[in-house]
């Protein structure tokens, strides 16, 4: 959808649009909630605590492999079906968790990159015991650790 087509179904305008994308400008709640039924969605805010480092690192590979998954959803999940079988070996004791990523992995693309990029608690508890480990080669893990480390510089 482009920003006018947006802005005509909000009732509002195409720069105003540009602005709110670009950051220069803030929709009020009020605004946000017409834009959203606009599109046919519904406004829903959460208070979560804050990512420690570790987190934001995690979800930044994580947005890394879900480009990934993109491109590539056959071998990506077989990959993380095999170490979700490894898992389930090594660690019995985080069965609930392997069985969770194992109905997460049946979902669609969308619906698994959804779980692989929420930023909220449960989502943040399931990275831990991601099996999307070894999708990323060494150069591409390295690319995206150089691309976080720039970011939390500009934070």
């Known amino acids: 959808m482009t920003q006018s087509e947006l802005a005509d179904r909000a009732g509002t ?11 220069r400008k803030s929709p009020t709640l009020r605004t946000l909630n017409r834009l959203a039924a606009s599109v046919g969605r519904d406004v829903v805010i959460s208070f979560v605590p804050s990512l420690t480092r ?6 930044f590979l994580h947005h890394a492999i879900a ?3 993109r491109r590539s959803p056959e071998e990506v ?3 993380a079906r095999v170490n979700l079988r490894r898992m389930s070996v090594q ?5 609930v ?3 969770e990523w194992n109905r997460i992995l049946d979902r669609p693309i969308d619906g698994i990159v959804d779980v692989m990029i929420d930023p909220r608690e449960h989502a943040r508890e399931l990275r831990h015991m991601t ?4 999708v990323l080669t060494a150069a591409e893990r390295a690319h995206v650790y150089r691309e976080f480390a720039g970011s939390e510089e500009r934070r």
């Open 91 to 95: 660690h019995p004791d985080a069965g």
């Open 77 to 79: 999940l077989r990959r």
């Open 97 to 99: 968790l392997i069985e």
């Open 67 to 69: 480009d990934k998954l």
């Open 131 to 134: 099996p999307f480990a070894g």
């Open 54 to 59: 570790e987190a934001r690192r995690s979800l």
């Open 13 to 23: 305008s195409q720069p105003t649009i540009a602005a709110y994308e670009a950051g």
